[in-house]
């Protein structure tokens, strides 16, 4: 496209799509700096990392009937074959598909994960944008209460990874089963009222406490079952529930798991029985972990035990342990408790050409580059103060100049940007 | 979601979306290998990284009119809010509109490259998908022959860091102006001529020798034009180029092109005059880098000198020089040539629980990653062949077995699952 036919059209907008960021290179070296944690992280502990489509048929998130994600927050459309996508909003589905593709020849326990981008129609604000990067890891075919215990231990390793210690942030724990346990064996109330009763206590934290108290009254009924409610919320531990909650099946895994995580010396995992985190998703033990910092006193990320989603194409089931921390949510974690290093990295030496110089300053280059140096030419024939601005805003640590009397006698100077001092360079 | 829910359903299809591809781990590792040698190359030339959003305005790329890639290929819809996206299919658009926004703020010239995936609804076939990834590599505001010859000696030092050398591929050279000067003052087309002159020799290879003829000498009009044509084609390097275009203003620039080639020593350059590169995209010099091997006779990639876009989004033009090598034609070349190195690794030591050892395994396993090995654990409380077999599988170096003995004793055994030795590990 030629430049006239560009400069007689309407001017177009140089902001990015609503809910979506531009990554300028020290935006990129942030994101960059929290994968690679990430990976070396995952890397460490045996898994594996995978990809997939950025499409998906839009069945697989529709098959979560009544989640609103499929029905209002994917971007869904009609692609020009007539298949109905959607950009994937999520990576669950995903990877259980690809895990049914293999059912057969994957190696048990499969620890898989991954590092990709999502998109949900949301209203963009602080923390949530509509295109996300997430990390995705979770272990198919392990059951039992070591896994989650592993994956928790996972958890908190990858908190540590970026130099968090436990006064930062804390990991939340509850179980599914535990919740199904109080709400239909120590409250008795029936499928309909106990699912009432989640949701309400999933949205405890953002109700006024008297409608809070209300509406509890409502689907508990009795003044027993409302007794029972305001003594398991005062529970601040496995060890304090209620005599017969704590009884339960559920209660004793969970005191398992968390006999576990103390022998591991965990100590930034707390239980929380108001933990509720999803509806119907999850199957056994849940987390999520949280910023301890009042300014940014949010939720980091969560995951547990839940339905692997294998079955839905086809496949033998298989269940999963998993989590998927945010990198935006990450990169305020890391904000907000100065834990970010100092990521520009330039390069070692700017090669700059003192007037018609550029193929002596390209040999240069090469040779230094061959020494394992990054090295960054510039022949634009600029001046001196021009070429030394340039390089400093680049951040590279060295400059040297390749003019005439450089070239005829082989010897070149290397200028340290940030201390001026000077070293001989032969080339 | 449970699974009874699940099951009730239509069973969903394993297989991915049409034209995309699953990337499980060893195709993930295959990826990452080729991502990683573009980065280091890139960053090594003092190249920048930055990432851009999945979507754009459908506008920007249909401001290319006429270009199939807006009206038939993209990804195009319109968003819940009304507004008409598409997915990206190409990255300058994206990087045009990035450096326009910060016109005045960015350090000139500007060393910007990403890795990325973009999506174009075409025909699949060996070598394309619809979601595809690239390395993008630009420079913008760089002027003059030496930025395209620094950009050829980049594309050069790319295809070496795979360990290619200069009989696996060649790099075809051609010159817009060139061209134009051939069109134009050589061969005396008006504009319309000109350019279907310039689309006809661009599939000159696909088509049969006599009706390339025969639409040739539509379009040329006289024996003396045919003769011309015949003595360009005869050219096969820019010192054999016939008199009247030889003298051009751009037979000078080509040769400037090329004389810095040789002297900074890269012989995988030859001059191409049938080369067209696309239409009216590029302004100076184009290139294109093929794989020699006849079985996969293809174009890797391609770049050249080409209008920056960056005034279509309002901000003063800039010029710019780059290419964008693809992922699949990558793969495709290192595999025809046998480059593609040994890259499944899996973690130094399989850490596998004999009976109820769950939280003593962790225990050795975390001991184990603090001395910087990346280790997996396995509480399965499988069999021991069956636990070989896994870690082999998965491909671990060792396998070290945690039973009651070990535990007391404090010594653990590691075994090389590829030589079957044994050492002695005290933890």
């Known amino acids: ?17 609503k809910g979506t960021r531009d990554w300028y290179p020290e935006d990129k070296a942030v994101q960059n700096y929290i994968f690679d944690t990430w990976k070396a992280t995952m890397q460490s502990f045996g898994f594996c990392e995978y990809g997939a489509p950025l499409l998906e048929p839009l069945e697989v998130y529709a098959a979560k009937s009544g989640d609103e994600l499929a029905n209002e927050q994917t971007y869904a459309f009609t692609d020009r074959g007539g298949r109905e996508v959607a950009i994937r909003p999520e990576m669950t ?9 293999r059912r057969q020849e994957l190696a048990y326990p499969a620890r898989l994960f991954s590092i990709a981008n999502f998109m949900r129609y949301e209203r963009p604000q602080r923390g949530r944008e509509r295109e996300f990067w997430q990390l995705n890891a979770d272990v198919f075919g392990a059951d039992g209460v070591a896994a989650e215990a592993e994956i928790l231990q996972l958890a908190d390793v990858l908190m540590k990874a970026f130099g968090a210690d436990e006064t930062m942030y804390e990991i939340r724990v509850n179980s599914r089963e535990l919740i199904e346990a109080m709400t239909r064996q120590y409250l008795g109330l029936d499928e309909t009222r106990g699912k009432q009763l989640v949701r309400l206590i ?9 409608v809070f108290r209300a509406s509890a009254r409502e689907i508990l009924g009795t003044d027993e079952n409302e007794a029972k409610l305001e003594a398991i919320f005062a529970a ?12 339960s099946d559920a209660a004793a895994r969970i005191r398992e798991l968390f006999a576990m995580l103390a022998a591991l010396g965990i100590s930034s995992t707390r239980f929380d029985v108001t933990l509720m985190r999803g509806l119907d998703y999850y199957t056994g033990t849940v987390f999520e972990v949280f910023d301890t910092d009042p300014q940014n006193n949010r939720s980091l990320f ?5 339905d692997g989603l294998v079955g839905m194409f086809g496949a033998e089931p298989a269940s999963a342990v998993g989590f998927a921390p945010g990198l935006t949510t990450t990169e305020l974690f890391l904000r907000s408790h100065d834990l ?3 990521l520009m990295d330039g390069v ?16 240069l280059a090469a040779k230094l580059r061959k020494e394992g140096l990054s090295v960054e030419s510039d022949v634009s024939g600029r001046k001196f103060d021009k070429l030394i601005k340039t390089a400093e805003k680049k951040g590279a640590k060295e400059i040297v100049f390749v003019g005439a009397n450089e070239v005829a006698t082989g010897v070149y100077s290397a200028k340290n940007l940030a201390t001026g001092e000077e070293r001989r360079l032969e080339a």
């Open 340 to 342: 970010l290093p100092d």
């Open 202 to 210: 999933d949205r405890k934290n953002k109700l006024p406490a008297d």
């Open 348 to 363: 070692n030496i700017y090669v700059a050409a003192v007037g018609d110089m550029a193929l002596e300053t390209f040999q």
């Open 236 to 247: 601040d531990s496995i060890e304090t529930l209620p005599e017969g909650l704590a009884a």
């Open 1 to 17: 496209m030629k430049n006239d036919t560009m400069t007689s059209m309407t001017t177009l907008s140089p902001q990015p799509y």
């Open 302 to 306: 969560g995951g547990g035990r839940y």
């Open 93 to 101: 589905p995903s990877i259980s598909r690809m895990v049914a593709a």
